[in-house]
T-cell receptor
Framework: QKEVEQNSGPLSVPEGAIASLNCTYS??????FFWYRQYSGKSPELIMF????GDKEDGRFTAQLNKASQYVSLLIRDSQPSDSATYLC?????????FGKGNQVVVIP | DAGVTQSPTHLIKTRGQHVTLRCSPI?????VSWYQQVLGQGPQFIFQ???????GRGNFPDRFSARQFPNYSSELNVNALLLGDSALYLC?????????????????FGNGTRLTVT
């Protein structure tokens, strides 16, 4: 079992719609959870972090964490063409971040 | 303030050669981590250094080594390059070592070094 799994294929959403991304992790001792956005050919950019169960909102982004289910998600409201990118889920622990392989989001104008 | 800076931005090497990649963290950050990202995959952890000491090592062969200097900058060295070492090498800095802080400090990535091994 991989440490961090992002299984969904490319996600196409109309402009203005909500994009929903999911991530599961295997280490119950994980303490910190991050979402990074990566444009093609660029480095990952931190967009959200969450440490406690529940929801955390920042602008159009909402991160949701459920430690009992070992599940973290990201919602992007009012999706814009500039949101088209790969979104990486990362889980912290043991002096490192473990990343999922990422989910590509394409926002269609 | 300058972010994480990496050099060079691109590099082409031949199999068997050696490469040194360099990284300067955000001012005030004492921890530097190195990640390898191959196309279509998420970044894979290679090393973490904090206060010039190795604090973590990922599942990479001994051909990979790193060090951190008194000014907190860092070098990643890869010996005997293989074709499979072709990747984007990312350096990230954080204010604290991940295991030190109760709430793990987010990592801030540099623009990366694109290494191509032919």
């Amino acid at each position: 079992q991989k440490e961090v799994e992002q299984n969904s294929g490319p996600l196409s959403v109309p402009e203005g719609a909500i994009a929903s991304l999911n991530c599961t992790y295997s280490d119950r001792g994980s303490q910190s959870f991050f979402w990074y956005r990566q444009y093609s050919g660029k480095s990952p950019e931190l967009i959200m972090f969450i440490y406690s169960n529940g929801d955390k909102e920042d602008g159009r982004f909402t991160a949701q964490l459920n430690k009992a289910s070992q599940y973290v998600s990201l919602l992007i409201r009012d999706s814009q063409p500039s949101d088209s990118a790969t979104y990486l889920c990362a889980v912290g622990g043991n002096n490192r971040l473990a990343f999922g392989k990422g989910n590509q989001v394409v926002v269609i104008p | 303030d300058a972010g994480v800076t990496q050099s060079p931005t691109h590099l082409i090497k031949t199999r068997g050669q050696h490469v040194t990649l360099r990284c300067s963290p955000i001012s005030g950050h004492k921890s530097v981590s190195w990640y390898q990202q191959v196309l279509g995959q998420g970044p894979q952890f290679i090393f973490q250094y904090y206060e010039k000491e190795e604090r973590g090592r990922g599942n990479f062969p001994d051909r990979f080594s790193a060090r951190q200097f008194p000014n907190y900058s860092s070098e990643l060295n890869v010996n005997a390059l293989l074709l499979g070492d072709s990747a984007l090498y990312l350096c990230a800095s954080s204010a604290e070592a991940l295991a030190r802080a109760a709430n793990n400090s987010p990592l801030h990535f540099g623009n990366g070094t694109r290494l191509t091994v032919t």
